[in-house]
């Protein structure tokens, strides 16, 4: 077996459900070992696939890649974040089974879904780490919805067993009375909180960047998106100012109804499909379907996040849509979230990946900066396709822009700087056009997933710094469908790698 059959073995023991959402074989009556053991245990076995990788004959590429896995996978563990987080989405151990039973086949691992759920009670009973107060209410709020709902078809036979043990969890989650305050809301008010995240930057970012580079980055980027504003607003408005910008983009342009959402978003994605054979030579064969999240699961959901296809193709890929508060929302967002979601963004990106002869390995390696840099590369890049359907549109992808130079602020903000939540929130009230809505859940999600918001940013501007790189050297051979084509048939590798493979394409006679 060779470390990449051995780190990706590893993994996906570490995760199940990972590979359930992959559509992998070979793990279906499996779920993650909460305990401290069991982490430990995982622990260990990373670490001497590591140690081995130093003195390994693998390809450069493949040992970049077990690197970052092995390593981004250990610094995760020691910093224990399974212990203080219990509120968002995916994120949160047991909230997150509740989200993904709805979504993937688990009917093979039921009976392993009460001893998940008791696991995760007890590193909440033992820990010194406590999570946010609003955050166990939150979290209360959320399993309480599911028993208070009838079983559904998912549960099956194990229903009463699932549900006796969600009872355990909600009554542990509901004791904890002394949880962090908003005041004190990230990892540098924790034991090792500022070391661990230092290690999170660097995994999520895949560079040496420090927090007060990743910092001052963000307040970069939001400044100079500010002229790119002044410039659309008075073509699109007659004004230049900012803050009045900003007002109409709140209030003027908002949803009427969730099936507009639903329809413009459909209707985004037809067009980039249409479009992209000029900017691809290779098309996924999956397909991209539009859906929107299940009742249930609005209140935690993240507003739009996107599916692999099953490998099997017994499910496509899937833009899901969240509709909470879409009256609420600019309308000016819909598009670009769709080209980031869905196409030319993470449908083709890992779609097409999926469907080489890569190592599994390298298909579904999980490296935020490549994933989430690609997703916001091809916001402007659908720009550069003509994919906008109006100056409005474009504003939106603007705003986005805004979000993840924001993101780099507020996320350093609070993990690294102390920042309360309500500062983090203000910042994003007052630089972004964020509705409200999405500004809390987005600085919930940051508070819980420390790191995770860095990668966007800083992945886009890297992309864009290679592909002007070998632009540069190329001149009048640079074929920007073939450029795609290597990016997403590479797989998901740390940025450094990701520029050494596009050097050496460019660099061939």
């Known amino acids: 077996m060779s470390l990449a059959d051995e780190m990706f073995q590893a993994v996906m023991d570490a995760s199940p459900l990972s590979a359930a959402m992959f559509g992998l074989p070979g793990w279906d009556d499996q779920l993650e070992d909460l305990s401290v053991e069991g982490e430990q245990a995982v622990r260990a076995r990373i670490a001497d696939i590591l140690e081995r990788a130093e003195t390994s004959d693998e390809d450069p590429v493949t040992l970049a890649v077990i690197r970052h896995q092995g390593r981004a996978l250990i610094d995760r563990t020691d910093a224990r974040l399974v212990e203080h987080t219990v509120a968002q989405g995916l994120t949160a151990p047991v909230n997150g089974l509740l989200m993904i039973a709805t979504k993937v086949d688990v009917s093979q691992r039921l009976d392993k879904f009460p001893v998940y759920i008791r696991q995760a009670a007890q590193r909440l009973r033992d820990t010194d780490r406590k999570p946010l107060q609003r955050h166990v209410e939150a979290g209360v709020e959320r399993v309480q919805a599911f028993l208070d709902s009838p079983a559904q078809p998912w549960e099956g036979d194990h229903s009463a067993e699932i549900r006796a043990a969600v009872v355990e969890f909600r009554d542990q989650l509901a004791s904890i009375t002394d949880g962090r305050s908003d005041e004190h809301a990230g990892l540098c008010w924790l034991p090792e909180g500022v070391e661990n995240y230092r290690k999170l930057a660097r995994n999520y970012t895949t560079t040496s960047r420090t927090p007060e580079e990743l910092h001052q980055l963000g307040l970069d980027v939001i400044a100079s998106l500010r002229e790119e504003y002044a410039e659309i607003g008075s073509k699109l408005w007659g004004t230049s100012d900012v803050p009045e910008i900003f007002r109409r983009l709140r209030t003027e342009l908002l949803w009427d109804n969730e099936d507009q959402m639903v329809e413009n978003a459909k209707e985004a994605i037809a067009r980039a499909e249409a479009e992209a054979p000029n900017w691809f030579g290779r098309m996924p064969k999956a397909d991209c379907e539009v859906r929107l999240v299940d009742e249930a699961g609005r209140s935690t959901a993240p507003i739009a996040f996107y599916m692999p296809a099953a490998q099997d193709g017994s499910r496509p890929g899937i833009y899901w849509l969240n509709p909470l508060g879409a009256t609420e929302r600019s309308r000016t967002l819909s598009e670009v979230t769709a080209f980031h979601e869905a196409v030319p963004g993470h449908h083709y990106q890992v779609s097409i ?68 939540r309500q500062k983090a929130i203000d910042y994003l009230r007052e630089n972004t056009v964020m509705a409200e809505p999405e500004i809390i859940s987005e600085i919930d999600r940051y508070i819980e997933v420390p790191g995770q918001a860095l990668a966007y940013m800083v992945g886009r501007l890297e992309i864009l710094r290679i592909r002007g790189e070998a632009e540069q050297r190329m001149g009048e ?33």
Do not use: N
């Open 353 to 420: 990946a999926a469907e080489t002869e890569m190592h599994p390995m390298r298909k579904f390696a999980f490296i935020e900066a490549y994933l989430e840099g690609w997703g916001l590369y091809t916001e402007r890049l659908a720009d550069e396709m003509g994919l906008y359907s109006s100056d409005e549109q474009r504003l939106g992808m603007l705003g986005l822009d805004a979000m993840r130079a924001g993101r780099l602020v507020v996320d350093t903000g609070i993990h690294a700087f102390g920042w309360s």
């Open 477 to 509: 051979r640079f074929d920007v469908r073939a450029f795609h084509d290597l990016v997403v048939g590479s797989g998901a590798v740390p940025l450094s790698t990701l520029d050494q493979i596009v050097t050496e394409w460019s660099d061939a006679p």
